[in-house]
């Protein structure tokens, strides 16, 4: 891949700066040098570099999504997902990993998949350039209690492989189910410390024991794995910040004192609220069955509320708050998943700035590639960058436009390349400013 110049941007380099003109050299997989257009600006090398004058676009870093299930297949069922054939899920798994780059979303974080391995496998299959998809971190299957989020058998087919979660009754099961998935080689463990309401385990019940939690952080971080929870409960968020579980979901009702354990403990969390599946279950479901009476009455109206009033309150006290919101159902379709950021601004109150912040500023930690690495368009940083035709600063939404999002650089290559002139020198022609 020849190094590549961008010319003539828009660059938002996710420092929380006002956008700034200016030109971008990448060089091999970095981005190398950014120089703001204007008195002092140093020529930039050209010999060898593929020249893209980009005409004013809007260059941005690539978007990393906090909570992803790649084998969730777009159906109005938990079952559904569980019911996919092995073959077929995992072609399924790296359809939809192609869909998120296309999208923008140049790096995911597994929060759970449906069988044991296809997280797994579709990461190094993205690793070594057998599919293309962002890079990516997996996760095991949902660790959930019988009865629980993630149990899908029924009495008289009780079978494992009924369930999309990891059924676990114990200390002794919860430590042999996290080595199966430290031995089957997952980044990250998903426990299940709440209910989910369409599964008939209320949000706010949590059964999983103290020593079981334990054990499951313990065995976790021996490995030295990431664990991440779904937590909608105020005593599951707790759960959380007493056992250092870094990655918490939903966090719908946290009350006061959770609320200040997790400003305290700040540095240590990020929460990804998952507003999506609320919103959608609430006001989008009707054709599936759940018409907002339906969704009321499984209590979701009132967690909805909830979550607005909790991440309102965590975003005041500063607080990582990332998108990823449970797509990847008929409601919520794979690849819509920059709605987040529209929500984040439309309930949440966050600025355009914000929201875009939310997406990009936290990618070295979140993908446990330490500062300096991803999130930003910096000197150092990875080249994962995303040119967009329009202004996401003035309107998030555009951001849900894959016609908008005119080229997708992962790692220093285009997944997508921008539209260009043939010649040394190119140039976009979609638009001129
Ligand atoms: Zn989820």
Redesign the pocket.
């Known amino acids: 891949m020849a190094d590549v110049l961008f010319t003539n941007a828009r660059i938002f380099d996710g420092s929380g700066e006002q956008p700034f003109k200016g030109d971008v050299l990448v060089q091999g997989n970095r981005i190398s040098r950014v120089q703001r257009t204007g008195f002092g600006a140093r020529p930039m090398p050209v010999n060898g570099t593929t020249v893209v004058d980009v005409a004013g676009a809007f260059l941005m870093p690539g978007m990393i999504e906090a ?1 992803t ?1 790649f084998s ?1 297949n777009d159906q109005p069922t938990l079952d559904s997902i569980q019911r996919m054939p092995p073959e077929e899920h995992i072609l399924w798994c790296a359809q939809v990993a192609k869909t998120y780059l296309d999208m923008g979303w140049t790096s995911c974080v597994g ?2 998949t449906a069988k044991p391995r296809l997280d797994v496998v579709i990461r190094n299959a993205i690793a070594d350039g057998t599919i293309v998809g962002p890079r990516y971190l997996a996760a095991s299957q ?1 660790i959930t209690v019988p009865g629980g989020l993630g149990d899908t058998t029924q009495p008289h087919l009780p079978q494992h492989e009924f369930a999309f979660g990891a059924i676990v009754s114990g200390v002794e099961e919860m430590r042999r189910c996290v080595r199966m998935f430290a031995k089957y080689g997952v980044d990250s463990l ?1 426990i299940n410390l709440s209910g989910e309401s369409i599964t008939g385990m209320p949000s706010e019940m949590s059964q999983f024991t103290d020593a079981e939690v334990a054990t499951c952080v313990e065995e976790a971080k021996a490995w030295g794995k990431r664990v991440a929870a ?1 937590a909608r409960s105020t005593k599951s968020i707790k759960l959380c910040v007493k056992h250092g579980i870094e990655v918490i ?1 939903h966090a719908s009702f946290a009350d006061e004192e959770a609320l200040d354990l997790l400003q305290a403990n700040k540095k240590q969390h990020f929460i990804a609220p ?1 507003l999506a ?1 609320l919103i959608n279950t609430c006001h989008h479901a009707s054709a599936w069955g759940i018409t907002p009476d339906v969704a009321r009455r499984m209590g979701y109206f009132r967690e909805l509320e909830a979550a607005i009033e909790t991440m309102k309150a965590l975003r005041r006290r500063d607080v990582r708050i990332l998108p990823g919101g ?1 797509y990847g159902f008929a409601w919520t379709p794979h690849g819509t998943n920059a709605k987040d950021l529209e929500y984040f601004v439309k309930y949440v109150g966050m600025s355009t700035m914000e929201a875009l912040l939310s997406a990009t500023a936290w990618g070295g930690p979140m993908m446990r590639m330490g500062e300096n690495q991803l999130g930003k368009v910096q000197e150092g940083y990875l080249a994962d960058i995303l040119l967009v035709d329009g202004d996401p600063l003035a309107d998030i939404t555009v951001l849900q436009d894959k016609s908008r999002i005119l080229a997708v650089m992962k790692d220093g290559e285009f997944h997508r390349a921008p539209p260009m002139r043939s010649g040394a020198r190119t140039e976009m022609t979609r638009w001129t400013a």
């Open positions: 909570h299930h969730w929060a759970a949902e998903k779904h979901y998952g599946w449970d």
